[in-house]
């Protein structure tokens, strides 16, 4: 592999690096969170971390000379941008990190939430967000996906941590966890790690930074990974991109929550917004199952003014990209913000009814409608089905 000319593309606060629509560079997540900024719809600032990156680091087993000192001005740029700072004690910057290939590839890759949270860092969290207890279920999130995900322990070992606590407290989801019970379950959690590894949690978020990025490289090669790219006939030698991106907070409260939806139904095809929102949580909560989110429309009546701000962005994302989109967002203290958007997987039925109905409404052409219908749906639609 050649010299690179540039390893760290940052976007927010209305502007977006030069690429963004490139990617094969950024991946699927960093080009659509560099648009999404130029179409001025709300996204957290950050920065995105090249596929070249992950090619590099995948052969070689390092990072290439002078990746550190650009991500170095990366964070920086962020602190700036969020008006907080890593390992700051009255105001920590936190971030998230996340996969992102250049072909879609939901699920399939790792993310970490909360990066840069540590016991220096703690109360500042609790005083400047106002909750000892949010501040608590933030850092027993970081420790429990960072164990798993990065230090590669075993999961059920976790589980069954939260599960005694719960158990010992009477309560069955995570979000009605105590703050006593939350800070019985840190210690839990730290004694894992320590029993694991050897080593305590590590407390220094440039440390925890840069051992999540490898992670979430590390995580291409993931057996699950491997067989969708295999199932679905996508390259090995893509890479993913690593968005690095400044933290917001579903966990917050109850104006406060996470949500995943779709422009049409994926379903049947039909124009309206489609989802689920989960109040109080972070999106791992909906991925997990262990509560049962609302439909999104229910946001109407819970959030009335969120909602009123998500169903134009989500409109103007469908008509920029002239598709479907799957979108993910996160709303902190009645503040709304986006976090993805890709065009999105869709049921045969679903497939011919949006290409016929964008074609009446311009959206694309007859030939482009023609393109985006594969003959196996139409098989599928033609098959005998049950009407349930």
């Not at 390092?62 to 700036?80: F, T």
């Not at 996969?99 to 970490?112: F, L, Y």
């Not at 920029?320 to 999105?344: C, M």
Request: aromatic share 8%.
């Amino acid at each position: 592999m050649g010299v690179l000319s540039q390893y760290v593309y940052r976007f927010g606060n209305g502007v977006a690096d030069g690429e963004s629509v490139r990617r094969d560079l950024l991946g699927g997540k960093g080009a659509g969170l560099a648009e999404m900024t130029q179409l001025a719809i709300p996204v957290p600032p950050g920065f995105t971390i090249t596929t070249d990156v992950c090619r590099y680091w995948l052969e070689r087993g390092k990072h290439p000379a002078g990746l550190q000192a650009e991500m170095d001005s990366g964070v920086e740029w962020l602190e700036n941008i969020a008006g907080r700072r890593l390992n700051d004690p009255a105001n920590p910057l936190l971030v998230s990190v996340r996969s992102g290939a250049p072909v879609s590839m939901p699920g399939m890759m790792d993310t970490v939430l909360n990066v840069g949270l540590n016991d220096h860092c703690l109360a500042g969290l609790a005083e400047k967000s106002g909750s000892r207890r949010f501040a608590l279920d933030s850092y027993r999130r970081l420790i429990q996906m960072f164990g798993t995900i990065v230090l590669d322990l075993p999961k059920q070992e976790f589980d069954r941590a939260i599960d005694r606590v719960k158990s010992a407290h009477g309560i069955e989801t995570d979000s009605e966890l105590p703050q006593d019970a939350l800070e019985k379950l840190i210690s839990m959690y730290r004694e894992i790690v320590l029993a694991y590894t050897g080593d305590p949690f590590p407390q220094d978020p440039r440390e925890q930074l840069e051992m999540t990025v490898n992670a979430v490289f590390r995580s291409w090669g993931n057996e699950r990974a491997k067989y969708y790219r295999k199932l679905n006939g996508i390259s090995e030698k893509l890479g993913t991109a690593v968005t690095v991106q400044a933290m917001v907070f579903g966990n917050r409260g109850e104006d406060s929550g996470t949500g995943v939806g779709f422009t049409r139904n994926p379903s049947t095809g039909e124009r309206e917004i489609f989802g689920e929102f989960l109040p109080n949580a972070q999106g791992e909560d909906i991925v997990a199952g262990t509560r049962t989110p609302m439909p999104l429309e229910h946001l109407s009546n819970a959030m009335p003014c969120v909602y009123r701000e998500l169903v134009p962005f989500t409109s103007r994302l469908e008509s920029h990209y002239r598709d479907v989109q799957d979108f993910e967002f996160t709303v902190e203290s009645g503040k709304l913000f986006l976090l993805q958007t890709r065009s999105a997987k869709r049921a045969a039925l679903a497939a011919v009814r949006t290409a016929v109905e964008m074609v009446s409404e311009g959206l694309i052409t007859k030939h482009e409608a023609l393109e985006r219908v594969e003959p196996k749906s139409i098989t599928e639609i033609l098959s005998p089905q049950l009407d349930l």
